[in-house]
């Protein structure tokens, strides 16, 4: 009778707590093929109310725009206000970095509104030899000092996450921190391809907490204001502000080709930069390297990271209203291969690892390949092939896909085809 009695009060409860969305599910995450569910992927090329796209004006005038405008409510929220730079300031400069092979500029863009000031910091380097460089523009995770062991770089007093690994105690950066993720950013290689390099820390555009009252959000709110509206923007939006601020700098820096920036990310930072690059048509190409949930990768498949997981562990991430598709993805009118196709015909890179299950390579993959149509429709080649390509083994069109062996990581094989491929299809060397 007891027992009876404790299983039903336990059943009735784990009702209402699903019912009321308050728990993420108990279940491990799926790694298994076999287990994915079967789903019906939206069309790009089919409207909202049924109208199937047909020539690359229509997509232009009619489903580009409602594509924007749902992933722009429904999943990453939009930027409610405007926010132009107040002033930039050149900070450092040095013509002689690398051994004189570069330049290399700190450069504050300011922002006001009210009571309001934000600073951030894009550290650049320009190869010397180029006139105008075109330029990798990417975030970095700890601080612009991290990149490489140039000691001239200054060090960000943003809040940090912590990582002891990495000498980052307290939610602040010191020198213990300086280089720590030179492994990630081939500065020179970059240089010597005749590339530039711009990279802001991303904590200083939003802290990575989930806290509304710092950062950019606040603003943007109307009077007594607390956080962002159902629709409105999340981290992951914030940050992709940040880097539309730095093209309008760029666009008014001599040294940069600002017809010929390349917009590069790396795991959250790689949401952010297919973000950024399906809003902005400025950014000549986009590149998402092991994006995953909310990146790259197609929520329907519910592989590894879900979107009931990741609105749990990183609430801030995205607008409120992308929870209703928690463990609901059957309800989602889009996928992540629409955010890749708003990209197009500009060219994109996805890029996975094989040891990255988490991120699902295989919904990476096949996002970019369901995407290709929308290219096509200009004349531009996508994937091929349903067929994964094999490791390390880049297929190098417009739409551009690889997964190399290895790890969650920025390794320099990933560099090597990003450079390839922008000599290719921006320089068309
Ligand atoms: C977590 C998160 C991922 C994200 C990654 C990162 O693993 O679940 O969605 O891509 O962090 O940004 O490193």
């Known amino acids: 009778m007891t027992t009876r009695f404790i299983i039903l009060t336990l059943a009735v409860l784990a009702i ?11 279940k491990d995450p799926n790694y298994d093929e076999n287990n994915v569910p079967k789903f019906d992927l939206p069309d ?15 997509w232009i005038e009619e489903r580009r725009p409602e594509l924007l405008t ?79 062991n140039d000691t001239n770089i200054l060090i960000s007093d943003a809040w940090t996450r912590n990582d002891k690994s990495l000498g980052i105690d307290n ?19 970059i240089i010597d391809s005749g590339y530039g390099l711009a990279t802001i820390f991303y904590c200083e555009v939003d802290p990575d907490r989930d ?20 629709d409105e923007w999340g981290s992951i939006s914030a940050w992709a502000w940040g880097l539309s601020r ?14 010929k920036v390349i917009v590069f990310g790396h795991s959250r930072l790689g949401k952010t930069a297919l973000w950024a690059g399906a809003q902005d048509e400025r ?46 993805e059957v309800a989602l009118p889009v996928d992540q291969h629409e955010l890749i196709a708003l990209i197009a015909p500009r060219p994109v890179y996805v890029a996975s690892a094989e ?39 880049p297929i190098h069109n417009t739409v551009a896909y690889h997964i190399r062996t290895g790890e969650h990581d920025v390794t320099d094989f990933d560099w090597e085809q990003y450079i390839k491929w922008a000599d290719k299809q921006l320089l068309k060397k």
């Not at 998402?288 to 879900?306: D, H, P």
């Not at 295989?362 to 531009?380: D, H, N, Q, S």
């Open 246 to 259: 730095a093209m309008d700098y760029f666009e008014q820096d001599n040294d940069v080709d600002a017809s």
């Open 171 to 189: 939610h602040r950066l010191t020198e213990d921190s300086r280089g720590v993720r030179a492994n990630r950013w081939p500065v020179e290689k």
């Open 44 to 58: 790009p090329l089919t409207t909202f109310s049924g109208k199937k796209i047909k020539k690359s004006s229509e």
């Open 211 to 230: 806290d509304f009252s710092d950062g950019i959000h606040p603003f943007c709110y109307i009077e007594g204001q607390q956080c962002p509206a159902s």
């Open 283 to 328: 950014f000549s190409a986009v590149i998402s390297n092991n994006s995953g949930c909310g990146g790259a990768a197609l929520s329907k498949r519910r592989f590894g990271e879900t979107i009931a997981r990741i609105n749990a562990a990183f609430p801030h991430w995205f607008c409120k209203n992308f929870r209703k598709y928690n463990d609901n």
């Open 70 to 148: 749902f992933f722009s409510e429904n999943v990453y929220g939009k930027v409610p206000c405007k926010i132009p730079i107040y002033q930039w300031k050149v900070v450092e400069q040095s013509g002689n970095a690398l051994d004189g092979k570069a330049c290399r500029k700190q450069v504050d863009l300011i922002f006001k509104k009210d009571n309001h000031t934000l600073r951030f910091n894009i550290l650049m380097y320009l190869p010397n030899e180029a006139e105008k460089a075109p330029v990798f523009l990417g975030y970095n995770f700890y601080g612009n000092h991290t990149i490489t």
């Open 16 to 26: 209402c707590l699903t019912i009321f969305g308050q728990i993420v599910p108990q």
């Open 355 to 393: 040891k990255d299950l988490w991120a699902d390579p295989r919904g990476e993959f096949l996002a970019a390949y369901f995407a290709t149509p929308v290219y096509e429709l200009f004349g531009k080649d996508g994937i091929p092939s349903q067929e994964m390509p094999p490791v390390n083994q």
